[in-house]
Structures are given as structure tokens and as C-alpha cells.
């Protein structure tokens, strides 16, 4: 890979790296990620749980049930309050991060967005992203994850 990714939150009192490249990237339209965010959704850049180090301070995770009934816990920083990270205990081994909170976001690459069933009727999503209306399957996504190496 090239350098690392970077990236922290508004005020500066957390910062990470990952040193590989992010498994996947997607826009979750959910009605929880759009609590979190504000907006209409949250661009999750998806890591292995094992190349993400915070290297000043570290977030504060809310937890909650998710849709799936088991818990994810969403990290932001407890000083400015800027969304970070989103983690689910449905898949322990990875670490999403916010799409914003990189310091070089136009890295990253959108396979998909997903939970577009409850995706806002101001939204615009991008037409050549695929749509899914609920959590994929790990069938749907190994597709999304085919698709995306062949671009
Ligand atoms: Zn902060
Ligand atoms: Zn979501």
C-alpha cells in the first residue's frame, strides 16, 4: 500500500493511523447512522480491526442494539463531539471509521449504498452505486467485494 491512512477528529484530541488498506467503503443510510452523523447517512470506511492504532486519545463509544439485535457501538470524541468510529459486535474484526474524520477521504472508494429503505427523500444517491435496502448478506457482499476489485 502507499502511505498510511490518517485522520482524526475536528478539535485534534484524537487521531489515528491504519497502516492497510480499508477492506471496503460504503454509505449506510440507516436511521442510527443518521442520529450519529446528523445527516443523511455515514460513509463508513471498513479497516481490519488489527491495522487500526489511535495515536492521541481515544473515542468514546456509545453503545446501542442495532438492527440486527446485537450491540454496535458508535466511537466519537468527547470533546468536540465529532462522529469517529462505528464498531458491531455482529462482525468483531472489523473497525469502521468516518469517510470525514480521514485526512485524505478522496482515497477511499464507494462500493454500495446500503439501508436505502430507510434512506431521506432529500438524498441523492449515486446511481452507479449498488443499492441495498437492508444489511447485506456475506453473499451480497462478497459480490460488492468482486465488483469492486474488478474496477
Ligand atoms: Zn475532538
Ligand atoms: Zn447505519
Not at 473515542?59 to 458508535?74: A, E, L, N, V, W
Not at 478522496?106 to 452505486?129: C, V
Request: net charge negative; glycine share 10%; aromatic share 8%.
Amino acid at each position: 500500500m502507499n502511505n498510511p491512512y490518517t485522520g482524526g477528529c475536528a478539535c485534534g484530541a484524537i487521531r489515528y493511523e491504519c497502516n492497510a488498506e480499508p477492506m471496503f467503503s460504503w454509505i449506510c443510510h440507516c436511521r442510527e447512522c443518521q442520529r450519529a452523523t446528523g445527516g443523511g447517512g455515514m460513509v463508513n470506511v471498513v479497516f481490519s480491526d488489527s491495522s487500526v492504532r489511535y495515536t492521541l486519545g481515544y473515542p468514546k463509544f456509545h453503545d446501542s442494539t442495532g438492527t440486527s439485535g446485537q450491540m454496535t457501538h458508535r466511537g466519537f470524541c468527547p470533546e468536540c463531539g465529532s462522529p469517529i468510529a462505528a464498531k458491531a459486535d455482529m462482525f468483531p474484526h472489523i473497525h469502521g471509521l468516518t469517510a470525514g474524520s480521514l485526512d485524505e477521504p478522496q482515497r477511499i472508494k464507494l462500493i454500495a449504498n446500503i439501508w436505502t429503505s430507510s434512506a431521506q427523500p432529500w438524498d441523492h444517491l449515486a446511481p452507479s452505486l449498488a443499492q441495498i435496502e437492508t444489511t447485506p448478506t456475506a453473499a451480497e457482499l462478497g459480490e460488492l467485494m468482486k465488483l469492486d476489485q474488478a474496477r
